[in-house]
């Protein structure tokens, strides 16, 4: 079951890379192969049972699949020093606009959606 | 008789000490994640704190602990493709709050990503930092794999996002309900644009509604800023 499931990502995994080298170079073939795979469950309309499990059980591990390239910043530690004001600052002050921006923006909108289907 | 100097390198120089590490770090940083349930202990963040000490103790480089740990990177690109699963299982809840959704996506998704270029670039970081700040707002993977095509550095783009996340998932709602945001999808749509995962797993805490806009917020930007991101800065350059 997780086998078969899991033969399904990395075949979509591997289409995406061949596409990627024949089409689109700028673009990953993981996420070629994401788009390829959501428009398959598009075109299928279900989540088949193997790949259900396959994609919870790879995605529960994706934490643990990102602490060796999180480890790399070993690497970078000089340069995020030299930038760390800048880095900080960005990060914080963006963060909080955007989120208050983004929940203020969505709020307005459902809110007249609402008022319009009231109305009509 | 007993050599316990040539014991310990047998143990360094073994293939698999460098992915033992990383997985006792990773299960160990779990425990202490579920123990307390503070966001603050995020286990990759804590994992990453507890791996790269013992590699400075042991002298092993970064070059050499990425060829160990190859057995789990391999797995990353599969778990992108796998995104593709909650993307397609959410997309129904999409269709009752269609435009609200969209519009939201298009806006703030854009404002997010250029208002931390744009502050770090006014801050006089360089073109480095910048391009691996562009994709901050996603989750990781796709953060990674983004700031590595266009520039950037995937370990700082996973650091960046974990930093992102962190803050977003303590400080958001508080201050959402501070300014009035009260709809549960509304709440869920804006942690999902500015602090994707670790913002989902907040947003799940309040309520399922709110949970499944963030976890659809976070993969349509994901996707959203795969395809476009790296366009957009070739066609600028």
């Known amino acids: 079951m997780l086998l078969r499931g899991l033969t399904t990502l990395v075949l979509f995994q591997l289409l995406g890379s061949m596409l990627s080298a024949l089409l689109l170079p700028m673009l990953p073939g993981a996420i070629l192969g994401m788009l390829l795979l959501f428009v398959f469950l598009m075109l299928r309309r279900e989540v088949g049972e193997p790949l259900s499990v396959a994609a919870n059980s790879l995605l529960r591990y994706l934490p643990l699949l990102l602490v060796p390239p999180a480890v790399g910043v070993m690497v970078y530690a000089a340069a995020i020093w030299a930038d760390a004001w800048a880095i900080v600052g960005a990060l914080v002050v963006s963060l909080l606009l955007s989120l208050l921006f983004c929940g203020w923006l969505m709020q307005r909108l459902i809110e007249r959606q609402q008022q319009e289907k009231h109305d009509v | ?237």
Request: glycine share 8%; hydrophobic share 60%.
């Open chain 2, 1 to 237: 008789m007993f050599d316990g100097q040539a014991a310990l390198r047998a143990l360094i120089d073994h293939p698999l000490f460098c992915f033992a590490l990383t997985l006792a770090a990773y299960q160990l940083a779990l425990a202490l994640y579920e123990r307390t349930r503070w966001v603050v202990m995020q286990p990759v963040l804590l994992a990453m704190l507890m791996v790269i000490p013992v590699l400075l103790l042991c002298d092993i480089d970064f070059a050499r602990y990425r060829d160990g740990t190859q057995l789990l990177s391999l797995f990353l690109g599969p778990a992108t493709v796998a995104l593709a699963v909650p993307l397609y299982l959410n997309l129904r809840r999409i269709r009752q709050l269609f435009w609200p959704v969209v519009l939201t996506l298009a806006i703030g998704g854009l404002f997010a990503t250029l208002a931390g270029v744009g502050l770090a670039w006014w801050f006089g970081a360089d073109e480095m930092v910048l391009m691996t700040l562009l994709p901050k707002s996603v989750t990781s993977p796709i953060a990674m794999l983004v700031a590595e095509q266009i520039g950037g550095v995937a370990a700082l783009a996973a650091v960046f996002v974990l930093i992102t996340g962190v803050l977003g998932a303590i400080f958001g709602p508080p201050l959402l309900s501070w300014i009035g945001v009260r709809h549960p999808a509304a709440r869920g749509m804006a942690l999902g644009i500015t602090a994707h995962a670790v913002g989902t797993a907040q947003a799940l805490q309040e309520s399922e509604e709110t949970g499944a806009f963030s976890a659809l917020a976070m993969s349509v930007l994901g996707a959203a800023t795969a395809i476009l991101l790296p366009l957009a800065v070739l066609f600028l350059r």
